[in-house]
């Protein structure tokens, strides 16, 4: 008797659970950026494109990119120098969300932010307690948290930095004011003092996360910096069921700025 009716508590909470919950059974995916980035129409329809991984999800490659992009006219060119859009992008986390990573911090802290900012203790363990039920005591506390952990909804989340640099007629003078990167790359890095004359003002110590360099550029370019942050939610939802979700919502989102 005992048994049926601790099973049938455990049917009930899962149930319960779930409700309180806002159990997902259905995937939901959702895209944001930083900030609106808006580049002047052009006649000159080629780019240059760039893709770079640090996350630790290999698996979003973006491969849909280049095709999204040749979907609305562009050509993609191999020089750097031909190009009149440069698309330079940086998966910089790709993983489930967890207290300090989430897809609000991580768009809050903006292009080139840091990741894993801090979180309270509560909020990194879920902020709850177990329900009690009358009658069943420490068992209904193991059983709740139990069908807890089977009712809770996943979700991944990933970050990606998208650097744009448009060429234009007029000379530009630009000041650029973010965070130093760790180890930046020497591929994008000599794209950029190809393509721009200017003086760096960044501290001797640029390399640290916490320094922010200040840039004025000078020459007939212009940078945009944005970052996009997708999630996707789902009961029960892996990493290989997630990926092209959060991938597919990338490529819309970086293809649909060049106008």
């Known amino acids: 008797m005992t048994g049926r009716l601790l099973a049938a508590s455990f049917v009930l909470i899962v149930f319960t659970t779930a409700c309180a919950g806002h159990l997902t059974l259905t995937q939901e995916t959702q ?4 900030q609106s980035v808006f580049l002047e129409p052009t006649k000159d329809k080629t780019a240059y494109l760039e893709i770079r991984n640090a996350s630790d999800n290999p698996g979003l490659t973006l491969s849909g990119l280049q095709e999204a992009i040749a979907a609305k006219g562009y050509t993609l060119v191999e020089d750097p120098e031909q190009a009149h859009f440069l698309v330079q992008s940086e998966v910089v986390y790709c993983n489930k969300a967890k207290g300090g990573t989430t897809a609000d911090t991580l768009l809050a802290a903006g292009w080139g932010g840091a990741i894993g900012a801090v979180a309270g203790t509560g909020a990194f363990l879920g902020g709850g307690s177990p329900a009690w039920i009358p009658g069943l005591g420490i068992g209904g506390a193991l059983a ?61 110590t ?39 979700a959060l991938e597919q919502r990338l490529v819309q989102g970086i293809s649909g700025v060049l106008p």
């Open 144 to 204: 709740g948290a139990a069908a807890s952990k089977l009712t809770e909804n996943t979700t991944y989340v990933c970050a990606i930095d998208v650097q744009i640099t448009e060429r234009t007629k007029e000379a530009v003078q630009q000041t650029i004011t973010q965070q130093a990167a760790p180890a930046p790359s020497t591929r994008a890095s000599s794209v950029i003092s190809a393509l721009i004359g200017g003086t760096s003002v960044a501290p001797p």
């Open 31 to 34: 895209l944001a950026k930083s």
């Open 206 to 244: 640029a390399g640290n996360t916490q320094q922010q360099i200040t840039e004025t550029r000078t020459g007939h370019t212009r940078i945009h910096q944005v970052r996009f942050v997708v999630s996707t939610t789902k009961m029960w939802l892996g990493l290989d069921e997630a990926t092209p």
